[in-house]
Nanobody
Framework: QVQLVESGGGSVQAGGSLRLSCAVS????????MGWFRQAPGKEREGVAT???????TYADSVKGRFTISQDIAKNTLYLQMNSLTPEDTAMYYC????????????????????WGQGTQVTVSS
């Protein structure tokens, strides 16, 4: 059974940085489509960044230029480097994946993914 386990969340001040990690286990290779999502209290889960095997990345407009998604294939680990954090980035961050497209949903849509981690909290104070 494939499992995704996030780590690296925490509390930082505005302007700071964090790097989230998502370790994939239970399969010989990571899902072909992977992404980071976040959900703030009272808000819907939103896509932050996605990575397709081969290297194509997609970012939400709100994080472009500040966040970078990457992958270490040898370690079966997905990363999200977050710089210039603002209080608006405060949320629970989730790692997601799928081994095949689930439909014609945007890669930033949660509907595109059927594997989810438990989440890691990111809190940014002003």
């Amino acid at each position: 059974q494939v499992q995704l386990v996030e780590s690296g969340g925490g509390s930082v001040q505005a302007g700071g940085s964090l790097r989230l990690s998502c370790a994939v286990s239970g399969h010989t290779y990571s899902p072909d489509f992977m992404g980071w999502f976040r959900q703030a209290p009272g808000k819907e889960r939103e896509g932050v960044a996605t990575l397709v095997s081969g290297g194509t990345t997609t970012y939400a407009d709100s994080v472009k230029g500040r966040f970078t998604i990457s992958q270490d294939i040898a370690k079966n680990t997905l990363y999200l480097q977050m710089n210039s954090l603002t209080p608006e980035d405060t949320a629970m961050y989730y790692c997601a994946g799928t081994y095949r497209r689930l439909g014609w949903y945007s890669l930033l849509s949660p509907l595109q993914y059927n594997l989810w981690g438990q989440g890691t909290q990111v809190t940014v104070s002003s």
